[in-house]
DNA sequence: AATAAATAGTTTTATATTAAACTATTTATT
DNA sequence: AATAAATAGTTTAATATAAAACTATTTATT
């Protein structure tokens, strides 16, 4: 999407540009790294594990905020990682409007087998960058998140 | 997905879920935008005009090329924006393999309403920062897109 | 000329995403 | 106690995405 009318504007669309890019990059390249190890769980499975990992048998609605995604995307997420065993969905004694989702066996192993490749995975998008330049960008990226979220 | 291990790597995970979330909030500020005016066209979709508005009548590949995205995923965005009569695909005399994908008048008319506008979208994510700091944080993304493509 | 390789596009199958309308339950208000 | 408002989750319908297997056509190789 170049527009470029404006030599300002240009800069913000190679940005956003940019952005979509290494997004699309991020989840090809996690799939392909996943598929090596025969593993068959997606980015955003993975996210959720790492929630319940640290804390298991929570309610769909906190993986949403925590998440920053759909109540409708979580509950079809939900579905899927059920589906492969990984997480259960048990009643709340406390309020039956809650769905609490929790770690299955299996979904437990994962972790061992998943961390160190994470581990890699992000150690793969590290750059010859100085730390101040890092945050740099990271304080640029977030000022532009404020400035549409408030 | 907060991993916490190691120094650096907080740094480049933060960075990419920030990324993730500008993305999302990006396409979802794009969205309101348009329903504000009665525009039913993705942000996808728009990415193609674009190119269209450019260079009339290219074949999908090259939309694939320049959109960065998988043949598949063309084919369905153009059969989307054939069904909003934006774009129509016709026959290559010089090599029966292609498929020339030409702007409407619908589509030559969204041209006029729609640039204005996405300027405005674009200005809406301008934030208070020096084009240096901007050029320093595009450096870093371009850098990270690098080392995983090539 | 015949065959192999490359290129353009589609179909299939599966995942993810979200807005909107909905059900069920709990909490607040009158 | 009755009603309204808020909260948790699902369903539906639509879009986007991409890997893999496929068809059709063109170009290169033998």
Known sequence: ??????????????????????????????????????????????????ILWEKDSINQQEIVDRTNRNKASITSLIDNMTRRELVQRNADPNDRRNNLVALTPEGKKYQKKLKPLLEEFYTSFQVDISSKDMHSALGVLEKIYQKLTG
């Open 1 to 50: 999407m170049k527009v470029i009318e404006n030599q300002d504007l240009s800069e913000i669309i190679k940005l956003l540009d940019t952005i979509r890019d290494i997004r699309k990059v991020m989840r090809t390249h996690f799939q392909k790294k996943m598929k090596e190890h025969d593993i068959d769980v997606t980015i955003e499975m993975l996210e959720v594990l790492y």
